[in-house]
């Protein structure tokens, strides 16, 4: 028989890497060594997803040669392009970057090959293309012309412009990259592990990552960024006249239901998420340049209440919502953004796991019953 199952592979040891590591007593996060509080706001995304996926930091001739390679990647496949509109009127934003991924698989031509140079290849050309999905994906719905990807932006940059077709400010583009920055990698997550264990059987990157988007989308993991601005804004709606005032019940409200409050707890850390430090810094600035900081404001309330409460700390969801929100991305794109950035870790893990591999299959505890005869239908 075997042992007993943590639940939830809590405190499970699944994987080695040297991608990511979290001290999660004492709330910090390190890239390939990196703490994370040097690289918000010190680092490009387009270095961290080259240091994730290529393994140290990009001289300034690797970075040039890293962001044209991107620069070349933002391009659909004509098995996308073709079904673009169909997926945008039928599918909901993760379902539709899912299907899209799945489909770029087929016009990729290393597509058939697991060698690391071609695995490299693809890696850079998913992380290119993410942003473009979304994008597309955006402009297909709203019947709207996607306005063109312009080479010479960094990846935040020319996503603001092609999602809201007009140029964002350089401080919109620079917080934004942070974000990216700030989402890349984060040890055995669910999608990350998900990746990995598609990757151990030795199947191909595309199919790893349509494994990681599926897992990403769940309010538990990466869903949550959505469900918290979609909490904020029921408050605020229902509560018009003082919503910040209307937090407090209403999460007591929410807790004494039993339900959880979206945004709150994390699995590993026992602490503030080192990376919610950086995004509430972040909402803060923008929703007052914004002009509107009612979301903020709510946000900082629902953090002490949701403490005082249950004595959970925010995660990288909950002032991601209010970050994007003043980015003037729809609500329901927030979680295919996170997906955006999560690409650059996800690929690395995918490389990390072939370099190396080892089919992933754990055993399981049978709880059902033992010892039943089987009778043939018509003899009982
Ligand atoms: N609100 C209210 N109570 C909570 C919350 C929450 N957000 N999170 C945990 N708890 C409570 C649980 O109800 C449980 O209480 P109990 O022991 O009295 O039953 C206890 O804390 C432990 O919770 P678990 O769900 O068992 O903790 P676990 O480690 O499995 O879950 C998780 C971690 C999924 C992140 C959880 O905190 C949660 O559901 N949070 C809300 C969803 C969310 O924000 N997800 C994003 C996580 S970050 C990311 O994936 C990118």
């Avoid at 939830?8 to 590591?21: E, M």
């Avoid at 509109?85 to 697991?114: C, G, H, I, W, Y």
């Avoid at 996503?159 to 964002?168: D, I, S, T, V, W």
């Avoid at 979301?295 to 004595?311: D, I, L, Q």
Wanted: glycine share 8%; hydrophobic share 40%.
């Amino acid at each position: 028989m075997a042992d007993q199952p943590s639940r939830g592979l809590a405190d499970v040891v699944a994987a080695s890497t040297a991608l990511s590591d979290i001290d999660g007593r004492a709330g910090r996060l390190f890239y390939r060594g990196y703490d994370i509080h040097e690289l918000a706001g010190g680092a490009t995304f387009e270095e961290i997803a080259y240091l994730l996926q290529r393994g140290s930091p990009p001289g300034a001739g690797d970075l040039a040669a890293y962001r044209e390679e991107l620069a070349k990647g933002r391009s659909l496949g004509a098995l996308v392009r073709e079904n673009l509109e169909r997926v945008a009127r039928s599918q909901s934003p993760m379902e539709a970057m899912r299907t899209f991924v799945s489909l770029a698989s087929a016009d990729d031509p290393d597509k058939d090959s697991n060698a690391p140079d071609a695995n490299l290849r693809k890696a850079a050309r998913l992380v290119a293309q993410q942003p473009l999905l979304v994008a597309a994906y955006h402009a297909a719905r709203t019947n709207s012309p996607l306005v063109p990807a312009d080479p010479g932006l960094a990846t935040a940059a020319n996503f603001l412009l092609q999602m809201r077709g007009e140029p964002a400010t350089a401080r919109e583009a620079e917080i934004l990259d942070t974000c990216l920055v700030l989402h890349a990698d984060h040890t055995m997550n669910a999608s990350t592990f998900a990746a990995r264990v598609c990757a151990a059987t030795l199947s191909d990157m595309h199919s790893a990552i349509v494994a990681a988007i599926g897992t990403l989308r769940g309010p538990l993991h990466g869903g949550a960024n959505e469900q918290v601005m979609l909490t904020l804004a029921q408050i605020r709606s229902q509560s018009p006249q003082d919503p910040v005032a209307a937090v407090a019940a209403e999460v007591r409200r929410r807790l004494g239901r039993g339900d959880k409050i979206m945004g709150f707890g994390h699995r590993v850390y026992k602490t503030e998420d080192p990376r919610a430090t950086h995004l509430r810094e972040l909402a803060g600035e923008l929703a007052q340049s914004s002009g509107d900081e009612t979301y903020y404001r709510m946000s900082r309330r629902m953090e002490e209440v949701v403490h005082a409460e249950k004595g959970l700390y925010p995660n990288v969801d909950f002032f991601a919502a209010t970050v994007y929100h003043c980015l003037k991305i729809p609500t329901d794109l927030f979680t295919p953004v996170f997906s955006m950035s999560r690409m650059a870790g996800w690929t690395a893990h995918v490389m990390e796991q072939h370099a190396d591999n080892r089919l992933i299959r754990p055993d399981s505890e049978y709880i059902g019953e033992r010892g039943l005869t089987w009778t043939p239908l018509g003899q009982g």
